[in-house]
Protein backbone atom coordinates (compact mmCIF):
# COMPACT_ATOMS: atom_id res chain seq x y z
CA UNK A 1 0.00 0.00 0.00
CA UNK A 2 0.82 3.48 -0.62
CA UNK A 3 -1.13 6.38 -0.92
CA UNK A 4 -4.17 5.94 1.32
CA UNK A 5 -7.44 5.43 -1.28
CA UNK A 6 -10.27 8.02 -0.96
CA UNK A 7 -11.65 7.93 1.94
CA UNK A 8 -14.54 10.09 3.67
CA UNK A 9 -15.31 10.05 7.26
CA UNK A 10 -18.74 9.12 8.43
CA UNK A 11 -19.64 12.33 10.12
CA UNK A 12 -18.97 15.72 8.76
CA UNK A 13 -17.92 14.88 5.21
CA UNK A 14 -16.87 18.11 4.26
CA UNK A 15 -13.68 17.37 4.16
CA UNK A 16 -12.73 15.98 0.71
CA UNK A 17 -10.09 13.17 0.96
CA UNK A 18 -9.34 12.74 -3.00
CA UNK A 19 -6.72 9.58 -3.79
CA UNK A 20 -3.70 11.18 -5.74
CA UNK A 21 -4.07 8.77 -8.35
CA UNK A 22 -3.71 11.16 -11.45
CA UNK A 23 -0.40 12.25 -12.98
CA UNK A 24 -1.23 15.65 -12.12
CA UNK A 25 -1.58 14.83 -8.08
CA UNK A 26 1.32 13.00 -8.19
CA UNK A 27 3.07 15.93 -9.90
CA UNK A 28 1.95 18.26 -7.54
CA UNK A 29 2.99 16.49 -4.29
CA UNK A 30 6.47 14.92 -5.66
CA UNK A 31 7.85 17.31 -8.63
CA UNK A 32 11.02 19.35 -7.37
CA UNK A 33 10.77 17.61 -3.96
CA UNK A 34 13.13 15.90 -2.39
CA UNK A 35 16.40 15.99 -1.49
CA UNK A 36 18.78 17.25 -3.86
CA UNK A 37 21.91 15.08 -4.60
CA UNK A 38 24.55 15.90 -7.01
CA UNK A 39 23.71 13.67 -9.80
CA UNK A 40 25.38 11.77 -12.51
CA UNK A 41 22.03 11.91 -14.88
CA UNK A 42 19.37 13.47 -13.84
CA UNK A 43 16.30 12.57 -15.67
CA UNK A 44 13.28 15.35 -16.07
CA UNK A 45 9.76 14.60 -17.01
CA UNK A 46 9.44 15.57 -20.47
CA UNK A 47 7.03 18.36 -21.39
CA UNK A 48 5.75 18.25 -17.73
CA UNK A 49 7.67 20.74 -16.47
CA UNK A 50 5.36 23.23 -18.19
CA UNK A 51 2.24 22.53 -16.68
CA UNK A 52 3.40 23.56 -13.03
CA UNK A 53 4.40 26.84 -14.71
CA UNK A 54 0.75 27.59 -16.29
CA UNK A 55 -0.79 26.68 -12.83
CA UNK A 56 1.34 29.49 -11.35
CA UNK A 57 -0.58 32.82 -12.17
CA UNK A 58 1.49 35.79 -12.56
CA UNK A 59 -0.85 38.53 -10.79
CA UNK A 60 1.17 41.93 -12.03
CA UNK A 61 0.39 41.47 -15.35
CA UNK A 62 -2.54 43.39 -17.72
CA UNK A 63 -3.29 39.91 -19.08
CA UNK A 64 -4.29 39.05 -15.78
CA UNK A 65 -5.93 42.32 -14.60
CA UNK A 66 -7.84 41.84 -17.34
CA UNK A 67 -8.86 38.57 -16.63
CA UNK A 68 -9.86 39.56 -13.47
CA UNK A 69 -11.60 42.42 -14.65
CA UNK A 70 -13.77 40.10 -17.13
CA UNK A 71 -14.81 37.78 -14.30
CA UNK A 72 -15.73 40.43 -11.96
CA UNK A 73 -17.90 41.53 -15.00
CA UNK A 74 -19.28 38.50 -15.20
CA UNK A 75 -20.61 38.11 -12.17
CA UNK A 76 -24.35 37.76 -10.98
CA UNK A 77 -24.41 39.22 -7.56
CA UNK A 78 -28.37 38.17 -7.32
CA UNK A 79 -27.36 34.91 -6.55
CA UNK A 80 -24.06 34.81 -4.66
CA UNK A 81 -24.88 34.53 -0.56
CA UNK A 82 -23.30 36.92 2.00
CA UNK A 83 -19.67 36.93 2.20
CA UNK A 84 -19.01 36.39 6.48
CA UNK A 85 -15.80 36.67 7.19
CA UNK A 86 -13.64 33.54 7.38
CA UNK A 87 -13.03 34.43 11.39
CA UNK A 88 -16.50 34.74 12.18
CA UNK A 89 -17.08 31.08 10.75
CA UNK A 90 -14.23 29.86 12.35
CA UNK A 91 -14.94 31.95 15.72
CA UNK A 92 -17.81 29.20 15.81
CA UNK A 93 -15.52 26.54 16.21
CA UNK A 94 -14.96 25.07 19.93
CA UNK A 95 -11.18 23.48 19.19
CA UNK A 96 -8.52 25.07 21.52
CA UNK A 97 -6.18 27.14 19.09
CA UNK A 98 -8.96 27.35 16.00
CA UNK A 99 -9.81 30.75 15.80
CA UNK A 100 -7.14 32.02 17.72
CA UNK A 101 -5.13 34.54 15.96
CA UNK A 102 -1.71 33.84 15.93
CA UNK A 103 0.65 36.48 14.54
CA UNK A 104 3.04 35.48 11.67
CA UNK A 105 1.68 31.98 11.37
CA UNK A 106 2.43 32.14 7.79
CA UNK A 107 6.05 33.60 8.12
CA UNK A 108 6.14 30.56 10.44
CA UNK A 109 5.77 28.45 7.81
CA UNK A 110 9.27 29.32 6.45
CA UNK A 111 10.66 27.23 9.07
CA UNK A 112 10.31 23.40 7.95
CA UNK A 113 11.67 21.55 10.32
CA UNK A 114 15.43 21.88 8.58
CA UNK A 115 15.41 25.58 9.31
CA UNK A 116 15.58 25.77 5.60
CA UNK A 117 14.52 28.83 3.30
CA UNK A 118 10.77 29.98 2.72
CA UNK A 119 8.76 28.62 -0.21
CA UNK A 120 8.96 31.80 -1.87
CA UNK A 121 12.64 31.77 -1.65
CA UNK A 122 12.46 27.99 -3.16
CA UNK A 123 10.58 29.02 -5.77
CA UNK A 124 12.81 31.51 -6.76
CA UNK A 125 15.59 28.91 -6.87
CA UNK A 126 13.55 26.38 -8.74
CA UNK A 127 12.38 29.18 -11.56
CA UNK A 128 15.69 28.26 -13.07
CA UNK A 129 15.35 24.29 -13.25
CA UNK A 130 11.71 24.75 -14.26
CA UNK A 131 12.13 26.62 -16.77
CA UNK A 132 14.26 24.77 -19.60
CA UNK A 133 11.63 21.96 -20.11
CA UNK A 134 12.15 21.32 -23.48
CA UNK A 135 15.98 21.39 -22.68
CA UNK A 136 15.58 18.51 -20.00
CA UNK A 137 13.97 15.86 -22.53
CA UNK A 138 17.55 13.78 -22.65
CA UNK A 139 19.71 16.13 -20.60
CA UNK A 140 22.66 14.55 -18.98
CA UNK A 141 24.30 16.67 -16.80
CA UNK A 142 26.32 16.55 -13.27
CA UNK A 143 25.77 19.08 -11.03
CA UNK A 144 28.85 20.27 -10.32
CA UNK B 1 28.99 21.50 -16.88
CA UNK B 2 27.66 19.07 -19.59
CA UNK B 3 28.72 15.81 -19.74
CA UNK B 4 28.22 13.30 -22.22
CA UNK B 5 27.41 9.49 -20.80
CA UNK B 6 30.16 7.43 -22.66
CA UNK B 7 28.73 4.41 -24.51
CA UNK B 8 30.21 2.06 -21.97
CA UNK B 9 27.69 3.30 -19.53
CA UNK B 10 24.27 2.57 -20.70
CA UNK B 11 22.40 1.76 -17.16
CA UNK B 12 22.72 3.55 -14.14
CA UNK B 13 21.64 3.65 -10.46
CA UNK B 14 18.01 5.38 -9.19
CA UNK B 15 18.33 7.02 -6.25
CA UNK B 16 15.06 6.70 -4.52
CA UNK B 17 15.51 7.42 -0.91
CA UNK B 18 17.93 7.37 2.39
CA UNK B 19 16.48 5.39 4.77
CA UNK B 20 18.03 4.20 8.42
CA UNK B 21 20.61 1.06 8.06
CA UNK B 22 19.01 -0.75 10.87
CA UNK B 23 15.68 -1.07 8.59
CA UNK B 24 17.78 -2.93 6.51
CA UNK B 25 15.15 -4.20 3.95
CA UNK B 26 13.22 -2.91 1.41
CA UNK B 27 10.24 -4.54 0.78
CA UNK B 28 10.24 -7.61 -1.10
CA UNK B 29 7.19 -7.15 -3.73
CA UNK B 30 8.74 -3.33 -4.49
CA UNK B 31 10.33 -2.48 -7.61
CA UNK B 32 11.47 0.72 -9.33
CA UNK B 33 11.78 2.37 -12.40
CA UNK B 34 11.60 -0.54 -15.49
CA UNK B 35 10.35 -2.73 -12.84
CA UNK B 36 13.82 -2.99 -11.16
CA UNK B 37 14.26 -4.64 -8.11
CA UNK B 38 15.72 -2.62 -5.57
CA UNK B 39 18.70 -2.57 -3.21
CA UNK B 40 20.17 -1.01 -0.49
CA UNK B 41 23.69 0.59 -0.33
CA UNK B 42 24.61 1.25 3.73
CA UNK B 43 26.62 3.14 4.75
CA UNK B 44 27.27 3.51 8.31
CA UNK B 45 23.94 4.12 10.07
CA UNK B 46 22.08 5.47 6.97
CA UNK B 47 21.65 3.25 3.28
CA UNK B 48 20.62 4.68 -0.01
CA UNK B 49 17.47 2.53 -2.12
CA UNK B 50 18.56 2.08 -5.23
CA UNK B 51 17.03 0.68 -8.25
CA UNK B 52 19.36 0.12 -11.69
CA UNK B 53 18.02 2.02 -14.49
CA UNK B 54 18.39 1.73 -18.49
CA UNK B 55 19.80 5.40 -19.60
CA UNK B 56 19.61 4.97 -23.21
CA UNK B 57 15.85 5.74 -23.13
CA UNK B 58 13.51 8.50 -23.41
CA UNK B 59 13.93 9.51 -20.25
CA UNK B 60 10.52 10.88 -17.84
CA UNK B 61 7.88 8.80 -18.68
CA UNK B 62 4.62 8.89 -16.84
CA UNK B 63 5.23 5.30 -15.73
CA UNK B 64 8.96 6.35 -14.50
CA UNK B 65 7.11 8.91 -12.27
CA UNK B 66 4.45 6.53 -10.83
CA UNK B 67 7.10 4.07 -10.39
CA UNK B 68 9.25 6.84 -8.81
CA UNK B 69 6.06 7.65 -6.41
CA UNK B 70 4.84 4.34 -5.16
CA UNK B 71 8.69 3.18 -4.02
CA UNK B 72 9.28 6.21 -1.89
CA UNK B 73 5.66 6.08 -0.32
CA UNK B 74 5.87 2.60 0.17
CA UNK B 75 9.42 3.22 1.85
CA UNK B 76 7.75 5.80 3.98
CA UNK B 77 4.87 3.61 5.03
CA UNK B 78 7.25 0.91 6.39
CA UNK B 79 9.44 3.96 8.57
CA UNK B 80 11.67 7.29 7.77
CA UNK B 81 12.73 8.12 5.00
CA UNK B 82 14.18 10.44 3.09
CA UNK B 83 13.06 11.18 -0.36
CA UNK B 84 15.75 11.62 -3.11
CA UNK B 85 14.37 14.03 -5.93
CA UNK B 86 13.08 12.11 -9.14
CA UNK B 87 15.44 11.01 -11.45
CA UNK B 88 18.39 11.27 -9.49
CA UNK B 89 20.89 8.85 -11.18
CA UNK B 90 24.42 7.86 -10.75
CA UNK B 91 26.80 5.50 -11.97
CA UNK B 92 27.49 2.79 -9.36
CA UNK B 93 27.45 1.83 -5.60
CA UNK B 94 30.86 3.14 -4.97
CA UNK B 95 29.47 7.16 -6.30
CA UNK B 96 26.73 6.49 -3.87
CA UNK B 97 28.66 6.21 -1.05
CA UNK B 98 30.83 9.51 -2.12
CA UNK B 99 28.76 11.68 -3.36
CA UNK B 100 25.65 11.10 -1.63
CA UNK B 101 26.03 9.17 1.79
CA UNK B 102 29.19 9.79 3.02
CA UNK B 103 29.51 13.72 2.58
CA UNK B 104 26.09 14.17 4.30
CA UNK B 105 25.56 11.69 6.81
CA UNK B 106 24.55 13.84 10.08
CA UNK B 107 22.48 15.37 7.70
CA UNK B 108 20.98 12.39 6.61
CA UNK B 109 20.81 10.91 10.31
CA UNK B 110 19.19 14.29 11.62
CA UNK B 111 16.36 14.68 9.23
CA UNK B 112 15.28 10.52 9.84
CA UNK B 113 15.86 10.99 13.58
CA UNK B 114 13.07 13.73 12.87
CA UNK B 115 10.89 12.29 10.81
CA UNK B 116 10.21 8.59 12.66
CA UNK B 117 6.77 8.51 13.62
CA UNK B 118 5.57 11.41 11.62
CA UNK B 119 3.69 11.53 7.89
CA UNK B 120 3.10 14.44 5.68
CA UNK B 121 -0.25 15.40 4.74
CA UNK B 122 -1.32 18.40 1.76
CA UNK B 123 -3.96 20.60 3.03
CA UNK B 124 -5.46 22.10 0.17
CA UNK B 125 -7.62 25.03 0.02
CA UNK B 126 -10.01 26.68 -2.59
CA UNK B 127 -12.78 29.26 -2.80
CA UNK B 128 -16.27 28.08 -3.92
CA UNK B 129 -16.18 29.85 -7.61
CA UNK B 130 -16.82 33.24 -7.47
CA UNK B 131 -17.02 33.45 -3.49
CA UNK B 132 -13.89 35.40 -3.20
CA UNK B 133 -14.96 38.03 -6.19
CA UNK B 134 -18.25 38.65 -5.06
CA UNK B 135 -16.99 39.57 -1.64
CA UNK B 136 -14.31 42.03 -3.08
CA UNK B 137 -16.91 43.68 -5.35
CA UNK B 138 -19.17 43.82 -2.38
CA UNK B 139 -17.01 45.30 -0.08
CA UNK B 140 -14.47 47.55 -2.16
CA UNK B 141 -16.72 50.84 -3.13
CA UNK B 142 -14.17 51.40 -5.76
CA UNK B 143 -14.51 47.90 -7.60
CA UNK B 144 -18.30 48.10 -7.63
CA UNK B 145 -18.07 51.45 -8.89
CA UNK B 146 -15.55 50.63 -11.45
CA UNK B 147 -17.65 46.89 -12.33
CA UNK B 148 -20.79 49.45 -12.95
CA UNK B 149 -19.22 51.61 -15.13
CA UNK B 150 -17.44 49.18 -17.57
CA UNK B 151 -19.27 45.93 -17.28
CA UNK B 152 -22.08 46.88 -20.39
CA UNK B 153 -19.36 48.82 -22.04
CA UNK B 154 -18.29 46.88 -25.53
CA UNK B 155 -14.94 45.18 -24.69
CA UNK B 156 -12.79 47.60 -26.51
CA UNK B 157 -14.07 50.45 -24.68
CA UNK B 158 -12.99 51.69 -21.50
CA UNK B 159 -9.71 49.82 -21.39
CA UNK B 160 -8.08 51.89 -18.81
CA UNK B 161 -10.84 51.66 -16.67
CA UNK B 162 -11.14 47.71 -17.07
CA UNK B 163 -7.12 47.36 -16.79
CA UNK B 164 -7.78 49.55 -13.28
CA UNK B 165 -10.48 47.21 -12.18
CA UNK B 166 -8.78 44.04 -12.64
CA UNK B 167 -5.75 45.46 -10.94
CA UNK B 168 -7.94 46.53 -8.00
CA UNK B 169 -9.12 43.03 -7.76
CA UNK B 170 -6.35 41.30 -8.04
CA UNK B 171 -4.78 43.49 -5.48
CA UNK B 172 -7.83 43.00 -3.07
CA UNK B 173 -7.21 38.98 -3.87
CA UNK B 174 -4.01 38.98 -2.69
CA UNK B 175 -4.89 40.76 0.25
CA UNK B 176 -7.85 38.39 0.70
CA UNK B 177 -5.94 35.30 0.33
CA UNK B 178 -3.32 36.46 2.89
CA UNK B 179 -5.79 36.99 5.59
CA UNK B 180 -7.70 33.48 5.16
CA UNK B 181 -4.66 31.32 4.57
CA UNK B 182 -3.78 32.61 7.85
CA UNK B 183 -6.44 31.68 9.31
CA UNK B 184 -6.64 28.73 8.05
CA UNK B 185 -2.92 28.03 8.91
CA UNK B 186 -3.43 28.60 12.25
CA UNK B 187 -6.33 26.50 12.78
CA UNK B 188 -3.97 23.73 11.11
CA UNK B 189 -1.10 24.27 12.44
CA UNK B 190 -1.69 23.72 16.32
CA UNK B 191 -1.50 20.02 15.12
CA UNK B 192 1.42 19.68 13.42
CA UNK B 193 4.47 19.16 13.71
CA UNK B 194 6.12 21.24 10.88
CA UNK B 195 4.27 22.88 8.30
CA UNK B 196 4.68 24.71 4.65
CA UNK B 197 2.35 27.44 3.55
CA UNK B 198 2.50 28.24 -0.51
CA UNK B 199 0.01 31.44 -0.77
CA UNK B 200 -2.11 30.73 -4.06
CA UNK B 201 -3.64 32.85 -6.60
CA UNK B 202 -7.17 32.78 -5.22
CA UNK B 203 -8.44 32.09 -8.43
CA UNK B 204 -8.60 28.26 -7.97
CA UNK B 205 -6.16 28.09 -5.31
CA UNK B 206 -6.45 29.65 -1.42
CA UNK B 207 -3.62 28.06 0.11
CA UNK B 208 -1.63 25.00 0.10
CA UNK B 209 -0.48 23.67 3.48
CA UNK B 210 2.24 20.65 3.52
CA UNK B 211 2.04 19.02 7.21
CA UNK B 212 3.90 16.76 8.96
CA UNK B 213 2.00 15.19 11.65
CA UNK B 214 3.05 12.86 14.83
CA UNK B 215 1.01 9.48 14.13
CA UNK B 216 -0.05 9.57 17.81
CA UNK B 217 -2.00 12.90 17.17
CA UNK B 218 -3.41 11.82 13.43
CA UNK B 219 -6.55 11.07 14.65
CA UNK B 220 -6.60 14.65 16.46
CA UNK B 221 -5.72 16.41 13.18
CA UNK B 222 -7.95 14.56 10.95
CA UNK B 223 -10.89 15.54 13.51
CA UNK B 224 -9.65 19.21 13.75
CA UNK B 225 -9.46 19.09 10.07
CA UNK B 226 -13.23 17.82 9.66
CA UNK B 227 -14.26 20.28 11.87
CA UNK B 228 -12.61 23.22 10.19
CA UNK B 229 -13.54 21.87 6.55
CA UNK B 230 -17.61 22.27 7.55
CA UNK B 231 -16.58 25.65 9.60
CA UNK B 232 -15.82 26.98 5.99
CA UNK B 233 -17.63 25.24 4.10
CA UNK B 234 -20.02 28.06 2.56
CA UNK B 235 -17.01 29.53 0.98
CA UNK B 236 -14.03 27.46 0.81
CA UNK B 237 -13.20 23.86 -0.22
CA UNK B 238 -10.37 21.97 1.81
CA UNK B 239 -9.04 18.66 0.79
CA UNK B 240 -6.25 16.63 2.62
CA UNK B 241 -4.69 14.58 0.64
CA UNK B 242 -1.98 12.01 2.14
CA UNK B 243 -0.39 10.00 4.01
CA UNK B 244 2.59 10.68 1.95
CA UNK B 245 6.47 10.47 2.02
CA UNK B 246 7.69 13.70 3.62
CA UNK B 247 8.55 15.50 0.40
CA UNK B 248 8.55 18.96 1.43
CA UNK B 249 10.38 18.44 4.60
CA UNK B 250 13.66 17.49 3.62
CA UNK B 251 15.39 20.84 2.41
CA UNK B 252 18.15 20.41 0.01
CA UNK B 253 21.62 18.97 0.84
Redo the contacts between chains.
Keep these: ????PTQR?A??G?????A?SG?A???E??????????????????G?ELLTIDA??V??S?D??????????R?D?LE??G??P??E??G??Q????????KG??S?????????GS?DDEDDDDSSRRRPAKK???R???E? | ?????GEELTT?W??Y??VPAHTGRVPNDLTGIDDAPLDLVVHGDIAAVVGE?Q?ER?????A???A???V???LA?AGPV??????????DAD?IVE??LAPDEPLFVD?LD?LVGRRQF?VRAAYHD??A???????DPG?AAL?AH??DLPEDAAYAD??????L??RA??AKV??????????I???T???????G?G?DNLVT?AV?VDDDRREEF?E?????????????????????AP???????
Excluded at chain 1, 14 to 18: G, K, S, T
Excluded at chain 1, 95 to 102: D, L
Excluded at chain 2, 1 to 5: G, I, T
Excluded at chain 2, 178 to 187: F, H, K, S, T, Y
Design positions: MSIQRGGYLERPPLDVIIILDKGIVIDAYVRVSLVIRIIAVTYLRFAEATNLLQGGKLDFINMESGAGRKVAVGAKKAITGGDSSSRRSA | MEVEAGCVGVMLPPGRRDLMYSKVDADVPVRFGSVLPSAVLQIEVLTEIVRSVRTRRVRLGEVAMEEVDAEILADAVPFAAHRVTLSAVLEQLEGLAEAVHERIRLQLIGPSYDFVGEA
